[in-house]
């Protein structure tokens, strides 16, 4: 991708409530659009554009017509070639609407779409040749730079739009390692929060606050449930799954499963309820830990009982991850549980060369399963109306 830079850049008068429209691809853009080309390398001048590192190609299929395209056929028929590439564009913190063209007028193609790295936010696009296909999905922005990656075996990019969406409902998650956006470069570690996006329509924004090596009360230390606080909004949710490091013995982490540890989760429920929003009670995910006859262990006591207690008793919906992970584990058994898991063998995955044996952390098809379960639970329990925006 070469670095050429753009003259045009985001003013003042382009960052309205109509947000910011890209005609991807080579050309001269449809009048209303700005250009997205193959050249067009991010700086914080222009504040848009695609970084450095991935590769971009572009192609017009309407390029040899003898007449003019009209603009809906140019916005189709010219596209950007995405391989492992990052767009990036300058935007005041909040939720966006993204709706995206994706296709190819001579060729079936299958593009997958992440957010700042690593959060999934809609399943692998596959079209079929001559097929455009609009894609929606919502995305909330930290630190003013929206960032969507782009790849798949054969990746387009047509049409580009991001509209401010300020009224989205969110669905805001606490929690840990298991849950967090895991980085990039980690992979394949994934916690489930990043997998919940991609099940969503746009109607809902999943907003993953959760970060690694946190319990209930470190978390909430560290000023992170004060900041959901500030973004809660009426008839939001916030789902709270702790557990796997208030056992921690540190003082900074520890908690005690009948008081302390309810005591830090009542203070979410609390939070949640001033600003009108729902709290949901997660239980935690089980670790893979098996009896050498075979048998799965329970390696959190009390800290589950603890929250099914607190669920009862302030009269919080609750989803049981450690009851349904536990029958997924013992249905798998000791050795197929160990691919939900980060049990790499030395060689498989370049991030970890000598291999990992990890029967915490979960891997891209562990965390999908484990978002699959939190559906589960959101139509056992009919919260709505997340259940009528699951795609």
Request: glycine content about 8%.
């Amino acid at each position: 991708m070469a670095a050429v830079q753009q003259d045009i850049a985001l003013d003042a008068e382009r960052q309205t409530a109509d947000g910011w429209k890209f005609d991807a691809g080579p050309g001269t853009p449809v009048e209303g659009y700005l250009p997205l080309t193959p050249e067009t390398v991010y700086t914080s001048e222009s504040g848009y554009g695609f970084l450095p590192g991935g590769a971009v190609y572009g192609r017009d299929r309407a390029a040899s017509d003898d007449q003019q395209s009209a603009s809906t056929q140019h916005l189709q028929a010219a596209f950007c070639i995405p391989l492992q590439a990052t767009f990036v564009l300058d935007v005041p913190d909040g939720c966006y609407l993204i709706r995206m063209q994706l296709g190819d007028w001579q060729t079936a193609t299958h593009t997958i779409i992440r957010a700042s790295g690593s959060k999934v936010v809609v399943p692998p696009i596959r079209t079929q040749s001559g097929q455009i296909q609009e894609v929606l999905c919502s995305v909330h922005v930290h630190g003013g730079r929206l960032e969507l990656n782009f790849s798949g075996q054969a990746p387009r990019l047509n049409t580009l739009d991001i509209t401010p969406a300020p009224h989205t409902l969110q669905l805001l998650l606490a929690g840990d390692s298991t849950v967090t956006d895991q980085p990039a470069d980690g992979y394949p570690y994934a916690g489930w929060g990043q997998l919940l996006p991609e099940r969503f329509k746009h109607d809902v924004c999943v907003d993953n606050h959760a970060i690694s090596g946190r319990s209930s009360k470190s978390f909430a230390d560290e000023g992170r449930l004060e900041t959901i606080r500030q973004q809660l909004r009426a008839g939001d949710y916030l789902f709270i799954p702790f557990g796997h490091n208030d056992a921690k013995t540190d003082v900074a982490r520890h908690t005690d499963p009948f008081t302390t540890y309810k005591q830090q989760l009542t203070e979410y429920i609390v939070t949640a309820r001033e600003k009108d929003a729902h709290p949901v009670l997660l239980t935690p995910i089980h670790r893979r830990y098996f009896t050498e006859d075979g048998q799965l262990e329970d390696t959190h006591g009390d800290y589950v009982l603890a929250v099914r207690e607190l669920a009862a008793e302030q009269q919080v919906p609750l989803i049981d991850l450690a009851a349904k992970t536990a029958m997924v584990w013992e249905q798998l058994g000791p050795e197929q549980s160990k691919a939900l898991f980060v049990w790499l063998y030395p060689g498989e995955y370049m991030n970890f060369p000598s291999g990992v044996q990890d029967n915490t952390h979960l891997q891209e098809q562990g965390a999908r399963q484990i978002a699959g379960l939190v559906i589960e639970g959101i139509r056992e329990l009919n919260l709505q109306p997340l259940v009528m925006y699951l795609r």
